[in-house]
């Protein structure tokens, strides 16, 4: 499955340290859910189903 991330709009988290050790989330695009390292936007991105970004999240932010 191929997903254009051309009109991806990417956010940092704003507890991002500005080390460069951040990932960067795309929510705005059709059924799916883009993360990608934010030292490498020209690099791979996970895409992922919406229910499976807020399963990620809930479980991340039970541990945090």
């Known amino acids: 499955?191929?997903?254009?991330?051309c009109s991806a709009v990417w956010r940092k988290s704003t507890r991002s340290s500005g080390n460069g050790a951040c990932v960067?989330?795309?929510g705005n695009l059709p059924g799916v859910v883009a993360v990608r390292d934010s030292k490498d936007p020209d690099g791979p991105a996970l895409v992922v189903t919406p229910a499976a970004w807020t399963a990620f999240a809930a479980?991340?932010?039970t541990y945090r």
Not at 1 to 5: G, Q, V
């Open 1 to 5: 499955m191929s997903t254009d991330l």
């Open 24 to 26: 960067e989330v795309a």
């Open 59 to 61: 479980h991340v932010t």
